[in-house]
């Protein structure tokens, strides 16, 4: 599994545990939800900057977002 991929899993991931729709997580990161939706299909690669708003509207570390990435 390719990096996108992987990143794209850890989102989703992530997401449903955090027991959030894709619109809501957008609303509170600030993106729209086609973008969270690119990102967890691996159409997206996503920016440093993305990923950390990312992080910080699930409540973990970004890290945790690249969890198996290469």
């Known amino acids: 599994m390719d990096g996108v991929a992987r990143f794209a899993r850890n989102l989703r991931k ?3 545990s955090a027991g959030l729709s894709q619109e809501r ?8 939800r086609t973008e969270i ?3 967890e299909r691996g159409v997206r690669e ?3 900057s993305t990923i950390l708003r ?3 509207g699930l409540g ?3 890290t945790d977002l690249l969890d198996g990435v290469r």
């Open 37 to 39: 939706s690119l990102l």
């Open 46 to 48: 996503p920016r440093l």
């Open 25 to 32: 997580l957008a609303f509170k990161c600030r993106l729209h």
């Open 60 to 62: 973990i570390p970004a």
């Open 54 to 56: 990312l992080a910080r």
């Open 14 to 16: 992530h997401r449903e």
